[in-house]
């Protein structure tokens, strides 16, 4: 496979005498524990009896710390914990490891000199001695001698089993390497006599054995998916083995990042108006201060009001490409609207005209090509749109129903409908009738992911699950009043419920319980619809009987912001799923109000 590489491990006797040399620090007490040590080059002299605060020599400023040694190092316990120092100051636990901590940060952007005058001066040093040694054999691939470091770093492992899991990490790196550099039967020495006998993860162990079959080093990668010898792949065994060893004895990789990337996670969660897809991170932002998102850039600032309805607005719903908005009104109107991303507003692409009753529901299928407009109580049938084609399909199986809600299938090849007069039927995108359920008064209809089960709210104050092709159902949601309308959430996990006389409640599908009561909004017995929305729906818009919109973050039940400007009850809301920064209300005063930043309020005339 490959020419025969030198090993590490042979090394003549010379060599081995110029490594590192354990030194007692108390020869009285040397033979306690591996804290009575530290390292030194050549057997030099113990160290001093107290540290004194002086600057590094030349020499010793040249000595990377990048092993967490400190050659002319304080005396410090096997935990990490310094000594005391000169100048009488004495760090506490928690100043002990955060100096550790900026010491290995210092270390890994190459500032060793800076490090080792740190570590002096604290009396600190990174790691235990033992750790060191054996980072330093696993990047050089000196795996006899790595694995001589285990048995020393054992009293220190927390489990048996660690030393284990450490061990087989460590002889699978060698079996691979050695099958890299075409050392085939060196590899099968180390799997016959090394990782078999260990008679652990067996199953990983035949599969290491198929790896001998590879006819070439990319072959050997691509199925191992493996870095191949050398320092990455070796860095991310350490990474592996770093996870078995107490972090008093040696620090995590990467800590200070660490500790400042969960800082930054946790400013963006508690970021009320955090609404963008992108992360907030270290190379994104500034760590001198906090992570804040200004309000100005939510939205919350009237961008466009449009009045092409005549009557009464009743619903509003975003395509799910976020490029068009659908309106439904009393008027028997329903508009297609263009969505203008740059500026956040919207221009009329075409009128759907005739719906007798008007239109109080809207669904777009998943190709937001498809939509079905249904009616209020009294309409018996729901309109099917193509918009590509303008092919139009009334949808009715008697004159007796009632089809007031609606939902697409994921595949968007068949939708339920239903009503509160018993019916609820199942039909493919031709309108043709597939199922039916009788005697389900149902309001409001959703499709869950798994392409199978229909949530339904009935008369009863409840949400049902429904399953058509086994005929099962059981009840997901029990409230005290009416459910006038919910929404499930894009990881299908919450339903969102406006409930008569309560306002909006958020549930959890999974756990069947009641999340969170959101306060403000004033819900009476009108049909009111609420949304999802933000980038990562982080955030709840309802409309309101007191002419407002209010959103909340989903985690906190207070409002986060009211928007007035409506005269009359805000039946609906919805937020578009692509642009997070834009927002749409619809009301009985019969407009529609487009919300956005404040970035994006037009300028008045003249002014440029």
Request: net charge negative; with cysteine; aromatic share 6%.
């Given at each position: 496979?490959?020419?025969t590489?030198?090993?590490?491990?042979?090394?003549?006797?010379?060599?081995?005498?110029?490594?590192?040399?354990?030194?007692?620090?108390?020869?009285?007490?040397?033979?306690?524990?591996?804290?009575?040590?530290?390292?030194?080059?050549?057997?030099?002299?113990?160290?001093?009896?107290?540290?004194?605060?002086?600057?590094?020599?030349?020499d010793?400023?040249?000595?990377?710390?990048?092993?967490?040694?400190?050659?002319?190092?304080?005396?410090?316990?096997?935990?990490g914990?310094?000594?005391?120092?000169?100048?009488?100051?004495?760090?506490s636990?928690?100043?002990?490891?955060?100096?550790?901590i900026i010491?290995?940060?210092?270390?890994?952007?190459?500032?060793?000199?800076?490090?080792?005058?740190?570590?002096?001066?604290s009396?600190?040093?990174l790691?235990?001695?033992?750790?060191?040694?054996?980072?330093?054999?696993?990047?050089?691939?000196?795996?006899n001698?790595?694995?001589?470091?285990?048995?020393?770093?054992?009293?220190?492992?927390?489990?048996?089993?660690?030393?284990?899991?450490?061990?087989?990490?460590?002889?699978?790196?060698?079996?691979?390497?050695?099958?890299?550099?075409?050392?085939?039967?060196?590899?099968?020495?180390?799997?016959?006599?090394?990782?078999?006998?260990?008679?652990?993860?067996?199953?990983?162990?035949?599969?290491l054995?198929?790896?001998?079959?590879?006819?070439?080093?990319?072959?050997?990668?691509?199925?191992t998916?493996?870095?191949?010898?050398?320092?990455?792949?070796r860095?991310?065994?350490?990474?592996?083995?770093?996870?078995?060893?107490?972090?008093?004895?040696?620090?995590?990789?990467?800590?200070?990042?660490q500790?400042?990337e969960?800082?930054?996670?946790?400013?963006?969660?508690?970021?009320?108006?955090?609404?963008?897809?992108?992360?907030?991170?270290?190379?994104?932002?500034?760590?001198?201060?906090?992570?804040?998102?200004?309000?100005?850039?939510?939205?919350?600032?009237?961008?466009?009001?449009?009045?092409?309805?005549?009557?009464?607005?009743?619903?509003?719903?975003?395509s799910?490409?976020?490029?068009?908005l659908?309106?439904?009104?009393?008027?028997?109107?329903?508009?297609?609207w263009?969505?203008?991303?740059?500026?956040?507003?919207?221009?009329?692409?075409?009128?759907?005209?005739?719906?007798?009753?008007?239109?109080?529901?809207?669904?777009?299928?998943?190709?937001?090509?498809?939509?079905?407009?249904?009616?209020?109580?009294?309409?018996?049938?729901?309109?099917?749109?193509?918009?590509?084609?303008?092919?139009?399909?009334?949808?009715?199986q008697?004159?007796?129903?009632?089809?007031?809600c609606?939902?697409?299938?994921?595949?968007?090849?068949?939708?339920?409908?239903g009503?509160?007069?018993?019916?609820?039927?199942?039909?493919?995108?031709?309108?043709?009738?597939?199922?039916?359920?009788?005697?389900?008064?149902v309001?409001g209809?959703?499709?869950?992911?798994?392409?199978?089960?229909?949530?339904?709210?009935?008369?009863?104050?409840?949400?049902?699950?429904?399953?058509?092709?086994?005929?099962?159902?059981?009840?997901?949601?029990?409230?005290?009043?009416?459910?006038?309308?919910?929404?499930?959430?894009?990881?299908?996990?919450?339903?969102?419920?406006?409930?008569?006389?309560?306002?909006?409640?958020?549930?959890?599908?999974?756990?069947?319980?009641?999340?969170?009561?959101?306060?403000?909004?004033?819900?009476?017995?009108?049909?009111?619809?609420?949304?999802?929305?933000?980038?990562?729906q982080?955030?709840?818009?309802?409309?309101?009987?007191?002419n407002?919109?209010?959103?909340?973050?989903?985690?906190?039940?207070?409002?986060?912001?009211?928007?007035?400007?409506?005269?009359?009850?805000?039946?609906?809301?919805?937020?578009?799923?692509?642009?997070p920064?834009?927002?749409?209300?619809?009301?009985?005063d019969?407009?529609?109000?487009?919300?956005?930043?404040?970035?994006?309020?037009?300028?008045?005339v003249?002014?440029?």
């Amino acid at each position: 496979m490959g020419a025969t590489a030198g090993s590490n491990e042979e090394q003549s006797p010379k060599e081995d005498q110029s490594s590192a040399t354990l030194i007692p620090l108390d020869h009285k007490k040397a033979h306690q524990s591996l804290s009575g040590f530290i390292l030194v080059k050549g057997g030099c002299e113990p160290p001093r009896k107290k540290a004194r605060r002086l600057q590094a020599s030349s020499d010793d400023m040249q000595q990377p710390a990048s092993n967490g040694v400190i050659e002319n190092g304080a005396s410090c316990s096997s935990n990490g914990h310094c000594g005391d120092v000169e100048n009488g100051v004495t760090l506490s636990n928690s100043s002990q490891e955060i100096v550790r901590i900026i010491g290995q940060y210092l270390s890994s952007e190459g500032l060793n000199n800076t490090c080792d005058a740190l570590m002096t001066e604290s009396g600190c040093r990174l790691e235990h001695p033992a750790a060191t040694k054996f980072k330093l054999h696993v990047m050089d691939g000196d795996w006899n001698k790595a694995d001589h470091d285990l048995q020393e770093l054992r009293p220190m492992l927390g489990a048996n089993n660690n030393l284990m899991d450490m061990k087989f990490l460590l002889l699978e790196q060698k079996y691979l390497e050695y099958l890299e550099d075409g050392r085939v039967l060196d590899a099968l020495h180390v799997l016959r006599n090394e990782l078999t006998p260990l008679q652990y993860n067996t199953n990983r162990v035949h599969q290491l054995s198929g790896y001998m079959m590879c006819s070439n080093i990319a072959e050997l990668h691509e199925r191992t998916n493996w870095k191949g010898k050398g320092k990455e792949s070796r860095l991310i065994l350490m990474e592996k083995l770093q996870a078995f060893l107490p972090a008093n004895v040696m620090l995590p990789t990467n800590r200070l990042k660490q500790l400042l990337e969960q800082a930054l996670e946790l400013q963006t969660l508690s970021c009320t108006h955090h609404n963008t897809k992108e992360k907030v991170t270290l190379s994104n932002c500034s760590l001198l201060s906090d992570h804040i998102c200004p309000k100005d850039d939510f939205p919350v600032h009237t961008i466009q009001v449009l009045h092409d309805h005549c009557d009464e607005v009743w619903f509003c719903a975003f395509s799910p490409d976020g490029t068009k908005l659908a309106t439904g009104s009393k008027d028997t109107n329903v508009i297609i609207w263009d969505v203008n991303p740059e500026t956040c507003t919207l221009s009329v692409r075409k009128i759907l005209e005739g719906h007798n009753y008007g239109a109080s529901y809207i669904s777009w299928n998943p190709d937001s090509k498809h939509l079905i407009a249904c009616g209020p109580e009294e309409s018996p049938e729901v309109w099917l749109w193509n918009l590509d084609t303008e092919k139009f399909l009334k949808v009715s199986q008697s004159q007796e129903d009632a089809l007031t809600c609606c939902a697409w299938h994921k595949d968007g090849n068949k939708f339920v409908v239903g009503g509160i007069r018993g019916h609820f039927h199942q039909c493919d995108i031709e309108g043709n009738i597939l199922d039916s359920w009788e005697g389900v008064r149902v309001n409001g209809l959703y499709y869950r992911s798994d392409g199978k089960t229909v949530l339904a709210a009935d008369s009863h104050h409840r949400i049902r699950a429904y399953v058509f092709d086994e005929l099962a159902d059981q009840q997901i949601i029990q409230e005290d009043h009416p459910i006038m309308t919910f929404t499930v959430d894009k990881n299908d996990r919450l339903a969102l419920l406006n409930v008569a006389t309560q306002g909006v409640h958020l549930w959890d599908l999974n756990d069947k319980n009641l999340v969170r009561r959101y306060q403000g909004v004033t819900q009476g017995h009108f049909t009111i619809h609420s949304t999802f929305g933000g980038s990562n729906q982080d955030f709840i818009a309802s409309g309101s009987e007191d002419n407002h919109v209010y959103i909340w973050h989903v985690r906190n039940e207070q409002p986060i912001a009211t928007l007035q400007g409506h005269s009359r009850t805000v039946n609906c809301v919805s937020w578009n799923p692509v642009y997070p920064q834009m927002l749409v209300s619809v009301s009985d005063d019969c407009s529609i109000r487009v919300w956005g930043p404040k970035d994006k309020v037009p300028k008045p005339v003249g002014v440029s």
